[in-house]
């Protein structure tokens, strides 16, 4: 195991795709024990591939692979009673949450930051949406194109005489992932 400054720290992954799991990645990648906690039918990455195995399994996403490693994992259905109350329980020995369900769906759960904190006062919960909690955009739908042309990073990209062009392999979110993950470090400082 990777022996970094965070080691002991202890963090709830309820996030799946891209952004929330590549910033729990690079916080297990630092000696963090992570424990990723999955819908029953498994983080929708599984099923994106490339395959390992060059045919569909959701246990040989290669892009699952690369977001989740050094993690452990369980799959629990966090909408039931029994799944939220072992959330809330897991969330009494962690010090880290990193969720990404829509705007105030974890409080509809009854697992938003007041509750959670009320069981862990010293518990430090993140939210990875792509336009935030509140505000005018917050239920916007949305696709990597969407979040690189909002925020101007498509600007940068493409010639100069043409339409900007959306840079491959999900900057945005891979962008996101890594402000997430330094945003807890500094949560943490």
Request: aromatic share 8%; hydrophobic share 40%; net charge negative.
């Amino acid at each position: 195991m990777n022996r970094g400054f965070v080691n002991d720290l202890k963090v709830l992954d309820l996030t799946q795709g891209i952004a929330g799991p590549f910033a729990s990645k690079l916080l297990a990648d630092q000696g963090a024990q992570v424990i990723k906690v999955e819908p029953v039918d498994g983080d929708y990455s599984r099923r994106r591939g490339p395959f390992a195995s060059e045919v569909p399994d959701l246990e040989s996403s290669l892009t699952f692979a690369f977001y989740n490693t050094s993690k452990k994992s369980i799959t629990l259905d966090i909408r039931t009673s029994t799944g939220a109350d072992l959330i809330r329980e897991m969330a009494q020995r962690s010090d880290i949450i990193i969720e990404d369900l829509r705007p105030g769906e974890m409080s509809s759960l009854g697992l938003g930051y007041d509750e959670l904190s009320a069981l862990n006062p010293s518990l430090i919960v993140v939210s990875v949406t792509p336009f935030g909690q509140t505000g005018p955009y917050r239920d916007f739908a949305w696709e990597d194109i969407t979040l690189q042309a909002i925020s101007g990073f498509m600007y940068l990209s493409g010639n100069a005489d043409r339409p900007p062009v959306q840079a491959v392999l999900e900057q945005a979110q891979n962008m996101g992932g890594r402000c997430t993950a330094n945003a807890i470090l500094l949560a943490i400082m």
